[in-house]
């Protein structure tokens, strides 16, 4: 199993520049979730899915949007990229037991916008 | 309300001591409490996650301690490791159907040998 994958693993964007972040996950895990992590503020939550075809925002999600046509992909989009969205993006995945949910994520993609 | 507050925000311990990170939250609502160890490069894992009907939960090296009263709890780290350097991330969330967590800043430890 390779858990959870995300691609790119970098990337650099010009101001104004679009990409989109793909996360994908072979633990048939219902929930998935799109974190940035900055220097002294922790781990953030973008946007996450409860299942396929669902999204829902986080803490952060203005400037992101996400997609979730199948259940192990989930989709993070920059349309107009910024200098704040610089940063590292991981994708996390989670199944739940008894209510509880260890999330498993990957190993990150560091963006960098000029 | 749904911050959760971590220090120190970074630690350095000889080895074979005993490593102390702190997190504090406002909302009564969490009833899950994980850590999460980070090496560099990597995304976080789990390392260890507590109830609030429980006051500890050991495994191995690693304790959380739980004081619900005071609403914050604590991972000790006992006979630190050069291998145990890496950042931690206390995080907590309400059980139930999104398992959406909130974490907190994250601390930095370094063991020396």
């Known amino acids: 199993n390779a858990g959870v994958t995300q691609t790119p693993k970098f990337r650099v964007l010009k101001t104004g520049q679009s990409m989109t972040l793909l996360c994908a996950q072979d633990?048939?895990?219902?929930?998935m979730y799109w974190y940035r992590q900055d220097p002294g503020m922790g781990l953030r939550l973008i946007h996450y899915s409860v299942g396929e075809g669902t999204t829902a925002k986080g803490e952060v999600p203005d400037g992101y949007n996400v997609s979730r046509l199948k259940k192990q992909n989930f989709l993070l989009g920059l349309e107009s990229a910024a200098p704040s969205q610089t940063s590292v993006y991981f994708c996390?995945?989670?199944?739940?037991?008894?209510?509880?949910?260890?999330?498993?994520f990957g190993p990150g993609t560091r963006l960098t916008v000029l | 309300q749904q911050q959760v507050k971590q220090s120190p925000q970074s630690l350095i311990v000889q080895k074979g001591g005993i490593s102390i990170i702190n997190c504090a939250y406002e909302?009564?609502?969490?009833?899950?409490f994980p850590w999460y160890q980070q090496f560099p490069g990597k995304g976080p894992a789990l390392l260890i996650a507590?109830?609030?009907?429980?006051s500890e939960k050991k495994e191995g090296r690693f304790t959380i301690s739980f004081n619900k009263s005071a609403k914050q709890f604590s991972l000790h780290i006992m006979d630190s490791q050069p291998g145990d350097s890496a950042t931690y991330f206390c995080a907590a969330s309400v059980s139930g159907n999104t398992g959406k967590l909130i974490f907190g800043q994250g601390t930095t430890l370094q063991v020396k040998p």
């Open positions: 909302n009564t609502a969490f009833d899950y």
């Open positions: 633990m048939n895990h219902e929930y």
């Open positions: 996390a995945s989670s199944w739940a037991d008894r209510g509880l949910f260890e999330q498993f």
């Open positions: 507590i109830r609030p009907d429980v």
